[in-house]
Protein backbone atom coordinates (compact mmCIF):
# COMPACT_ATOMS: atom_id res chain seq x y z
CA UNK A 1 0.00 0.00 0.00
CA UNK A 2 0.85 3.81 -0.25
CA UNK A 3 3.24 4.70 2.55
CA UNK A 4 1.76 8.48 1.55
CA UNK A 5 -1.34 7.43 2.23
CA UNK A 6 -2.57 9.97 5.06
CA UNK A 7 -3.10 8.05 9.02
CA UNK A 8 -3.67 4.49 7.67
CA UNK A 9 -4.61 2.22 10.04
CA UNK A 10 -5.60 -1.40 9.08
CA UNK A 11 -7.66 -3.95 10.70
CA UNK A 12 -6.03 -6.09 13.31
CA UNK A 13 -7.52 -8.85 12.72
CA UNK A 14 -5.26 -11.11 15.38
CA UNK A 15 -6.89 -9.89 18.59
CA UNK A 16 -8.83 -6.59 18.59
CA UNK A 17 -11.19 -6.76 15.47
CA UNK A 18 -14.91 -7.34 15.21
CA UNK A 19 -14.27 -10.91 14.21
CA UNK A 20 -12.57 -11.54 17.47
CA UNK A 21 -15.45 -9.59 19.47
CA UNK A 22 -18.09 -12.02 17.48
CA UNK A 23 -15.24 -15.26 18.08
CA UNK A 24 -15.82 -14.33 21.85
CA UNK A 25 -19.97 -14.29 21.17
CA UNK A 26 -19.20 -17.47 19.04
CA UNK A 27 -17.79 -19.66 22.29
CA UNK A 28 -20.47 -18.20 24.29
CA UNK A 29 -23.12 -20.02 21.80
CA UNK A 30 -21.38 -23.01 22.00
CA UNK A 31 -19.83 -22.55 18.33
CA UNK A 32 -16.22 -22.73 17.07
CA UNK A 33 -14.97 -19.91 15.81
CA UNK A 34 -12.44 -19.14 13.01
CA UNK A 35 -11.14 -16.36 14.61
CA UNK A 36 -9.11 -15.30 18.00
CA UNK A 37 -11.35 -14.07 20.91
CA UNK A 38 -11.25 -10.06 21.92
CA UNK A 39 -8.58 -9.59 24.41
CA UNK A 40 -10.39 -7.75 26.45
CA UNK A 41 -13.99 -9.82 25.85
CA UNK A 42 -13.35 -13.61 26.60
CA UNK A 43 -15.93 -15.97 26.05
CA UNK A 44 -15.02 -17.18 29.99
CA UNK A 45 -16.35 -13.59 30.73
CA UNK A 46 -19.49 -13.93 28.98
CA UNK A 47 -20.36 -17.38 30.26
CA UNK A 48 -20.89 -15.40 33.82
CA UNK A 49 -24.43 -14.15 32.49
CA UNK A 50 -27.48 -15.84 31.25
CA UNK A 51 -28.46 -13.23 28.41
CA UNK A 52 -25.90 -11.25 26.27
CA UNK A 53 -27.19 -8.42 24.38
CA UNK A 54 -24.66 -7.40 21.46
CA UNK A 55 -26.57 -4.10 20.70
CA UNK A 56 -24.97 -2.08 17.49
CA UNK A 57 -25.68 1.21 16.94
CA UNK A 58 -24.55 2.42 13.38
CA UNK A 59 -21.67 4.87 13.20
CA UNK A 60 -21.34 5.30 17.14
CA UNK A 61 -17.47 6.29 16.70
CA UNK A 62 -14.87 5.98 19.49
CA UNK A 63 -13.04 8.64 19.42
CA UNK A 64 -15.92 10.79 19.13
CA UNK A 65 -16.99 9.55 22.83
CA UNK A 66 -13.38 9.81 24.22
CA UNK A 67 -13.30 13.72 23.19
CA UNK A 68 -16.66 15.07 23.62
CA UNK A 69 -18.91 12.58 26.00
CA UNK A 70 -16.52 11.26 28.16
CA UNK A 71 -19.27 12.21 30.80
CA UNK A 72 -22.25 10.16 28.80
CA UNK A 73 -23.22 6.72 30.03
CA UNK A 74 -22.05 4.71 27.62
CA UNK A 75 -18.38 6.00 27.20
CA UNK A 76 -18.42 5.82 31.33
CA UNK A 77 -19.27 1.88 30.34
CA UNK A 78 -16.53 1.90 27.40
CA UNK A 79 -14.46 -1.17 27.96
CA UNK A 80 -11.94 -0.59 24.99
CA UNK A 81 -11.88 0.19 21.44
CA UNK A 82 -11.19 -1.95 18.44
CA UNK A 83 -11.07 -1.69 14.49
CA UNK A 84 -13.79 -2.53 12.27
CA UNK A 85 -13.51 -4.61 9.53
CA UNK A 86 -12.59 -3.33 5.94
CA UNK A 87 -14.16 -1.71 4.32
CA UNK A 88 -16.50 -0.33 7.59
CA UNK A 89 -19.45 0.20 5.46
CA UNK A 90 -22.61 -0.67 6.92
CA UNK A 91 -23.57 -3.66 4.52
CA UNK A 92 -19.77 -5.03 4.63
CA UNK A 93 -19.93 -4.49 8.54
CA UNK A 94 -23.62 -5.38 9.11
CA UNK A 95 -22.91 -8.45 7.67
CA UNK A 96 -20.02 -9.72 9.43
CA UNK A 97 -22.26 -8.71 12.42
CA UNK A 98 -24.47 -11.82 11.46
CA UNK A 99 -22.10 -14.24 9.10
CA UNK A 100 -19.12 -14.36 12.02
CA UNK A 101 -16.96 -13.78 8.47
CA UNK A 102 -14.92 -10.78 6.87
CA UNK A 103 -15.81 -9.79 3.82
CA UNK A 104 -13.44 -11.45 1.84
CA UNK A 105 -15.44 -14.61 3.04
CA UNK A 106 -19.27 -13.28 2.99
CA UNK A 107 -18.66 -10.94 -0.01
CA UNK A 108 -21.13 -8.60 0.67
CA UNK A 109 -19.05 -5.28 -0.20
CA UNK A 110 -21.15 -2.61 -0.15
CA UNK A 111 -24.71 -1.65 -0.41
CA UNK A 112 -24.45 -1.76 -4.60
CA UNK A 113 -22.53 -4.92 -5.96
CA UNK A 114 -22.30 -5.48 -9.06
CA UNK A 115 -23.17 -9.19 -9.70
CA UNK A 116 -21.63 -11.77 -12.28
CA UNK A 117 -24.08 -13.93 -11.93
CA UNK A 118 -27.19 -11.76 -12.56
CA UNK A 119 -25.08 -9.61 -14.79
CA UNK A 120 -26.21 -6.56 -13.38
CA UNK A 121 -24.96 -3.84 -9.81
CA UNK A 122 -27.96 -4.71 -7.16
CA UNK A 123 -28.50 -3.00 -4.13
CA UNK A 124 -28.73 -5.41 -1.09
CA UNK A 125 -31.24 -4.65 0.98
CA UNK A 126 -34.10 -3.81 -1.29
CA UNK A 127 -32.56 -6.63 -3.18
CA UNK A 128 -33.05 -5.15 -6.62
CA UNK A 129 -31.32 -3.87 -9.93
CA UNK A 130 -29.87 -0.50 -9.11
CA UNK A 131 -30.01 0.62 -12.47
CA UNK A 132 -33.72 -0.81 -13.72
CA UNK A 133 -35.05 -0.77 -10.01
CA UNK A 134 -36.49 -3.84 -10.62
CA UNK A 135 -36.85 -6.59 -7.91
CA UNK A 136 -35.13 -9.44 -7.70
CA UNK A 137 -36.95 -11.67 -5.16
CA UNK A 138 -37.62 -14.30 -7.01
CA UNK A 139 -34.58 -14.09 -9.75
CA UNK A 140 -31.36 -14.44 -7.34
CA UNK A 141 -31.29 -15.82 -3.81
CA UNK A 142 -28.79 -14.49 -1.58
CA UNK A 143 -26.87 -17.59 -1.05
CA UNK A 144 -26.15 -17.45 -4.07
CA UNK A 145 -23.63 -14.61 -4.08
CA UNK A 146 -23.02 -14.37 -0.12
CA UNK A 147 -22.06 -16.31 2.80
CA UNK A 148 -24.14 -19.39 4.11
CA UNK A 149 -26.76 -17.87 7.18
CA UNK A 150 -25.08 -18.05 10.18
CA UNK A 151 -25.47 -20.70 13.44
CA UNK A 152 -27.96 -19.78 15.11
CA UNK A 153 -29.96 -23.09 14.04
CA UNK A 154 -27.48 -25.10 15.64
CA UNK A 155 -26.86 -22.57 19.13
CA UNK A 156 -27.44 -24.43 22.54
CA UNK A 157 -28.82 -20.49 23.99
CA UNK A 158 -32.05 -18.81 22.57
CA UNK A 159 -31.53 -16.65 20.07
CA UNK A 160 -32.96 -12.89 19.44
CA UNK A 161 -32.78 -10.95 16.88
CA UNK A 162 -34.43 -7.25 16.89
CA UNK A 163 -34.60 -5.01 14.27
CA UNK A 164 -36.71 -2.37 12.13
CA UNK A 165 -40.25 -3.52 10.89
CA UNK A 166 -39.71 -1.95 7.51
CA UNK A 167 -36.08 -4.61 6.94
CA UNK A 168 -37.90 -7.50 9.24
CA UNK A 169 -38.55 -9.43 6.26
CA UNK A 170 -36.04 -8.24 3.49
CA UNK A 171 -34.04 -11.08 1.93
CA UNK A 172 -31.34 -9.86 4.00
CA UNK A 173 -33.41 -10.66 6.86
CA UNK A 174 -34.93 -13.41 6.10
CA UNK A 175 -31.58 -15.31 4.57
CA UNK A 176 -29.10 -14.28 7.93
CA UNK A 177 -32.12 -14.64 10.96
CA UNK A 178 -32.83 -18.19 10.43
CA UNK A 179 -33.23 -20.00 13.53
CA UNK A 180 -33.48 -16.88 15.90
CA UNK A 181 -36.70 -15.61 17.02
CA UNK A 182 -37.23 -11.87 15.26
CA UNK A 183 -38.43 -9.02 17.47
CA UNK A 184 -39.45 -5.79 15.41
CA UNK A 185 -39.54 -1.87 15.98
CA UNK A 186 -40.46 1.73 14.95
CA UNK A 187 -38.86 3.48 16.75
CA UNK A 188 -36.05 4.29 19.46
CA UNK A 189 -38.31 3.77 21.80
CA UNK A 190 -39.81 0.52 21.02
CA UNK A 191 -36.26 -0.46 20.00
CA UNK A 192 -34.87 -0.95 23.37
CA UNK A 193 -38.51 -1.98 24.49
CA UNK A 194 -37.88 -4.95 22.54
CA UNK A 195 -34.47 -5.72 23.92
CA UNK A 196 -35.94 -5.89 27.12
CA UNK A 197 -39.25 -7.85 26.24
CA UNK A 198 -35.94 -10.30 24.88
CA UNK A 199 -34.30 -10.68 27.68
CA UNK A 200 -37.25 -11.35 30.22
CA UNK A 201 -39.23 -13.35 27.94
CA UNK A 202 -38.50 -16.74 30.02
CA UNK A 203 -35.54 -17.76 31.93
CA UNK A 204 -33.66 -19.68 29.03
CA UNK A 205 -30.15 -18.38 28.36
CA UNK A 206 -29.82 -16.14 25.46
CA UNK A 207 -28.06 -14.24 22.85
CA UNK A 208 -29.78 -11.21 21.64
CA UNK A 209 -28.75 -8.70 18.33
CA UNK A 210 -29.82 -5.30 17.87
CA UNK A 211 -29.07 -2.91 15.50
CA UNK A 212 -29.81 0.51 15.44
CA UNK A 213 -29.29 2.72 12.16
CA UNK A 214 -30.75 5.44 12.41
CA UNK A 215 -27.48 7.69 14.51
CA UNK A 216 -26.07 7.28 10.92
CA UNK A 217 -29.01 8.63 8.91
CA UNK A 218 -28.16 11.82 11.18
CA UNK A 219 -24.74 12.07 10.40
CA UNK A 220 -25.34 11.45 6.82
CA UNK A 221 -28.37 13.58 6.82
CA UNK A 222 -26.85 16.38 8.91
CA UNK A 223 -23.33 17.69 9.74
CA UNK A 224 -22.01 14.93 12.23
CA UNK A 225 -21.42 17.33 14.89
CA UNK A 226 -25.34 18.60 13.59
CA UNK A 227 -28.00 19.37 16.48
CA UNK A 228 -29.55 16.65 15.13
CA UNK A 229 -27.03 13.98 15.36
CA UNK A 230 -26.05 15.02 19.00
CA UNK A 231 -29.46 15.27 20.16
CA UNK A 232 -30.08 11.61 18.89
CA UNK A 233 -26.98 10.70 20.54
CA UNK A 234 -28.33 11.77 24.17
CA UNK A 235 -31.86 10.33 23.53
CA UNK A 236 -29.76 6.76 22.50
CA UNK A 237 -27.38 7.46 25.84
CA UNK A 238 -30.44 7.82 27.96
CA UNK A 239 -32.35 4.97 26.62
CA UNK A 240 -29.19 2.50 27.22
CA UNK A 241 -28.73 3.79 31.01
CA UNK A 242 -32.83 3.06 31.63
CA UNK A 243 -32.01 -0.27 29.82
CA UNK A 244 -29.55 -0.48 32.44
CA UNK A 245 -32.12 0.07 35.32
CA UNK A 246 -35.06 -2.02 33.95
CA UNK A 247 -32.92 -4.88 33.76
CA UNK A 248 -31.10 -4.69 36.95
CA UNK A 249 -32.29 -7.70 38.41
CA UNK A 250 -31.23 -10.04 35.36
CA UNK A 251 -27.92 -11.65 34.71
CA UNK A 252 -27.54 -9.77 31.84
CA UNK A 253 -24.29 -7.90 29.35
CA UNK A 254 -24.98 -5.97 27.11
CA UNK A 255 -22.38 -4.98 24.50
CA UNK A 256 -22.54 -2.18 22.37
CA UNK A 257 -20.48 -1.29 19.46
CA UNK A 258 -20.59 0.00 15.91
CA UNK A 259 -19.82 -0.47 12.50
CA UNK A 260 -17.24 2.57 11.55
CA UNK A 261 -17.64 6.10 11.88
CA UNK A 262 -18.34 9.09 9.03
CA UNK A 263 -16.44 12.28 8.46
CA UNK A 264 -17.69 15.63 6.78
CA UNK A 265 -16.93 16.81 3.23
CA UNK A 266 -18.10 20.02 1.59
CA UNK A 267 -19.65 19.88 -1.60
CA UNK A 268 -16.59 21.63 -3.27
CA UNK A 269 -14.87 18.26 -2.64
CA UNK A 270 -17.42 16.27 -4.24
CA UNK A 271 -15.96 15.44 -7.69
CA UNK A 272 -18.05 14.24 -10.11
CA UNK A 273 -15.56 12.05 -12.66
CA UNK A 274 -18.29 11.89 -15.51
CA UNK A 275 -17.95 15.70 -16.51
CA UNK A 276 -14.53 16.31 -14.66
CA UNK A 277 -13.23 13.35 -16.51
CA UNK A 278 -14.88 11.40 -18.95
CA UNK A 279 -12.20 10.07 -20.72
CA UNK A 280 -11.61 8.37 -17.23
CA UNK A 281 -15.00 7.39 -17.55
CA UNK A 282 -15.10 5.72 -20.97
CA UNK A 283 -12.38 3.32 -20.07
CA UNK A 284 -14.69 1.38 -17.55
CA UNK A 285 -16.80 -1.51 -18.09
CA UNK A 286 -18.99 -0.92 -15.26
CA UNK A 287 -19.88 2.63 -13.93
CA UNK A 288 -18.53 3.60 -10.49
CA UNK A 289 -21.33 2.86 -8.58
CA UNK A 290 -20.36 1.89 -4.96
CA UNK A 291 -19.31 4.31 -2.06
CA UNK A 292 -18.11 7.27 -2.88
CA UNK A 293 -14.75 7.19 -0.51
CA UNK A 294 -13.56 4.23 -2.07
CA UNK A 295 -14.63 2.81 -5.75
CA UNK A 296 -14.05 -0.05 -7.53
CA UNK A 297 -13.27 -0.06 -11.32
CA UNK A 298 -13.94 -2.51 -13.56
CA UNK A 299 -11.26 -1.41 -16.71
CA UNK A 300 -10.96 -2.86 -20.05
CA UNK A 301 -8.33 -5.19 -20.05
CA UNK A 302 -6.52 -3.18 -23.28
CA UNK A 303 -6.81 0.36 -21.21
CA UNK A 304 -5.29 -1.24 -17.62
CA UNK A 305 -1.90 0.83 -18.22
CA UNK A 306 -3.41 3.76 -19.39
CA UNK A 307 -6.10 3.75 -16.50
CA UNK A 308 -3.46 3.75 -13.66
CA UNK A 309 -1.70 6.09 -15.50
CA UNK A 310 -4.95 8.84 -16.14
CA UNK A 311 -5.31 8.26 -12.23
CA UNK A 312 -1.47 8.91 -11.15
CA UNK A 313 -1.22 11.99 -13.40
CA UNK A 314 -4.36 13.29 -13.38
CA UNK A 315 -5.73 12.76 -10.22
CA UNK A 316 -3.55 12.29 -7.36
CA UNK A 317 -4.51 15.24 -5.46
CA UNK A 318 -7.39 13.20 -4.74
CA UNK A 319 -7.26 9.68 -4.90
CA UNK A 320 -4.51 7.55 -4.63
CA UNK A 321 -4.70 4.04 -7.09
CA UNK A 322 -4.38 0.32 -6.18
CA UNK A 323 -4.55 -2.54 -7.82
CA UNK A 324 -6.10 -5.57 -7.33
CA UNK A 325 -3.47 -8.05 -6.43
CA UNK A 326 -2.06 -4.81 -4.22
CA UNK A 327 -5.29 -4.49 -2.03
CA UNK A 328 -5.22 -8.40 -1.29
CA UNK A 329 -1.46 -8.55 -0.41
CA UNK A 330 -2.57 -5.71 1.71
CA UNK A 331 -4.39 -7.88 3.95
CA UNK A 332 -7.03 -5.05 4.46
CA UNK A 333 -9.69 -7.60 4.81
CA UNK A 334 -7.63 -11.01 5.54
CA UNK A 335 -7.56 -12.51 2.42
CA UNK A 336 -9.20 -15.89 2.10
CA UNK A 337 -9.38 -17.75 -1.49
CA UNK A 338 -13.18 -16.68 -2.20
CA UNK A 339 -13.61 -16.01 -5.90
CA UNK A 340 -16.61 -14.20 -5.47
CA UNK A 341 -14.81 -11.76 -3.03
CA UNK A 342 -12.23 -11.34 -6.16
CA UNK A 343 -14.53 -11.10 -8.83
CA UNK A 344 -16.49 -8.03 -6.82
CA UNK A 345 -13.05 -5.93 -6.21
CA UNK A 346 -12.72 -5.18 -9.70
CA UNK A 347 -9.24 -3.97 -11.44
CA UNK A 348 -8.18 -1.00 -9.30
CA UNK A 349 -9.67 0.58 -6.42
CA UNK A 350 -9.53 4.43 -6.17
CA UNK A 351 -9.14 5.27 -2.42
CA UNK A 352 -9.94 9.33 -1.63
CA UNK A 353 -7.44 11.31 -0.18
CA UNK A 354 -8.23 13.55 3.00
CA UNK A 355 -11.84 14.89 3.13
CA UNK A 356 -12.77 14.18 -0.51
CA UNK A 357 -15.61 12.05 -2.51
CA UNK A 358 -15.62 10.95 -5.93
CA UNK A 359 -18.85 10.08 -8.11
CA UNK A 360 -19.59 8.37 -11.77
CA UNK A 361 -22.75 9.80 -12.01
CA UNK A 362 -25.23 8.33 -14.59
CA UNK A 363 -28.88 8.86 -15.66
CA UNK A 364 -29.74 6.86 -12.58
CA UNK A 365 -27.53 7.84 -9.96
CA UNK A 366 -27.24 11.49 -8.88
CA UNK A 367 -24.81 13.26 -6.63
CA UNK A 368 -24.81 12.08 -3.54
CA UNK A 369 -26.40 15.16 -1.59
CA UNK A 370 -25.29 13.42 2.27
CA UNK A 371 -22.82 15.40 4.61
CA UNK A 372 -21.34 12.87 6.06
CA UNK A 373 -19.39 9.90 4.47
CA UNK A 374 -17.35 6.99 5.23
CA UNK A 375 -13.85 6.37 4.71
CA UNK A 376 -11.82 3.52 5.91
CA UNK A 377 -8.14 3.61 7.22
CA UNK A 378 -7.76 6.11 9.64
CA UNK A 379 -7.65 6.04 13.20
CA UNK A 380 -10.44 8.63 13.62
CA UNK A 381 -12.54 6.12 11.49
CA UNK A 382 -11.52 2.68 11.62
CA UNK A 383 -11.78 2.50 15.71
CA UNK A 384 -15.18 1.65 17.29
CA UNK A 385 -16.39 1.39 21.33
CA UNK A 386 -16.76 -1.67 22.76
CA UNK A 387 -19.30 -0.99 25.70
CA UNK A 388 -20.00 -2.82 28.21
CA UNK A 389 -23.30 -2.85 30.57
CA UNK A 390 -23.47 -4.92 32.97
Known amino acids: MNKNAPEQLFPNYDWSNTVNLISSIQWFCWVEQTYKEL????????????????????ALWYNWLREFWSESFLYKNMLCDMTSVYPSTTATSVTTFVTWKTASEHAVMWWNMFIKKAWCIIQLLPWRNKILWTSLWDKLQLEQISADSNFYEGSNKEIFVVTHDKILNSKFNLHYNKGSKALSYSDLNSCFDSVYNAVTMNKKRKYIYAYWSYFDDYCHDFWIDSKEAINHFEDI???????QEN???????????ADHWQI????????????????LVDMLTIPMAWESRYQYCFVKDWLFDRF????????????????????????????WDNEQFKDRLGD?????????????????????KDRGFHWWVTDWETRVPVICIK
Open 39 to 58: DFLKSEELEKYDNVVLFLVD
Open 237 to 243: DYQFEKL
Open 247 to 257: LKWTNTLIVVS
Open 264 to 279: NIPDENKIDLTFSHPE
Open 308 to 335: REYVETKLSDYVTIYSKDEIIESKLYWY
Open 348 to 368: FVLITKSNYAIFNTTLWEEMK
